[in-house]
């Protein structure tokens, strides 16, 4: 791939670094990330590229890439940098600005399970598997996908139709608030 300077977009590089708040120049790309990522084998670039992409300051193919949704945040990357780039926290940010910006690749379900998921937690205090797979169902509009899994599941008693929340929901929920006001 050929770089020019009109290419490049040093805000994106900022706000990266910004939101993040890792100097994506710390990377001196040796790979080890890459080389740990448990789930490295499914993405469409490996973390090592793609945050190549931000310190070129590539806006477009660092937010259309699945590697930010596919992130497990298992920290692996991190504990294995030299340089102690917390990479986990960057691919964050890449999903606050993919999303901000609508560069979602349409028909790529990861950032509607991502919004269901942690709208769950909000919601319930804990992962509630039913009301996550329903959501997520509707939402992509296969309704009746995993019903009879659901049901045999209920009937062997490994999935309840009611959560069962943890006492301090409320205590979640606070987290949740906070962290959307600071990230305004």
């Given at each position: 791939?050929?770089?020019?300077?009109?290419?490049?977009?040093?805000?994106?590089?900022?706000?990266?670094?910004?939101?993040?708040?890792?100097?994506?120049?710390?990377?001196?790309?040796?790979?080890?990330?890459?080389?740990?990522?448990?789930?490295?084998?499914?993405?469409?670039?490996?973390?090592?590229?793609?945050?190549?992409?931000?310190?070129?300051?590539?806006?477009?193919?660092?937010?259309?890439?699945?590697?930010?949704?596919?992130?497990?945040?298992?920290?692996?990357?991190?504990?294995?940098?030299?340089?102690?780039?917390?990479?986990?926290?960057?691919?964050?940010?890449?999903?606050?600005?993919?999303?901000?910006?609508?560069?979602?690749?349409?028909?790529?379900?990861?950032?509607?399970?991502?919004?269901?998921?942690?709208?769950?937690?909000?919601?319930?205090?804990?992962?509630?598997?039913?009301?996550?797979?329903?959501?997520?169902?509707?939402?992509?509009?296969?309704?009746?996908?995993?019903?009879?899994?659901?049901?045999?599941?209920?009937?062997?008693?490994?999935?309840?139709?009611?959560?069962?929340?943890?006492?301090?929901?409320a205590e979640v929920r606070k987290i949740f608030e906070r962290v959307r006001s600071e990230e305004k």
């Open positions: 791939m050929k770089i020019d300077n009109a290419s490049r977009d040093v805000d994106f590089i900022r706000e990266i670094e910004r939101i993040s708040g890792q100097k994506v120049a710390d990377c001196y790309q040796c790979g080890k990330c890459s080389a740990g990522c448990p789930v490295g084998y499914a993405m469409d670039q490996l973390p090592d590229k793609l945050i190549r992409f931000v310190q070129l300051g590539l806006r477009e193919e660092a937010l259309t890439s699945a590697t930010p949704w596919l992130c497990a945040a298992c920290e692996t990357c991190t504990t294995r940098c030299p340089q102690e780039v917390e990479l986990s926290r960057v691919m964050e940010a890449l999903r606050k600005v993919a999303v901000r910006e609508k560069k979602v690749t349409p028909g790529n379900h990861i950032a509607e399970f991502y919004d269901i998921f942690t709208n769950n937690i909000r919601r319930f205090g804990r992962a509630f598997e039913p009301a996550m797979v329903a959501s997520f169902n509707m939402k992509t509009r296969q309704p009746f996908k995993d019903m009879k899994n659901g049901m045999i599941m209920a009937a062997k008693g490994k999935a309840a139709f009611v959560p069962n929340s943890p006492r301090n929901v």
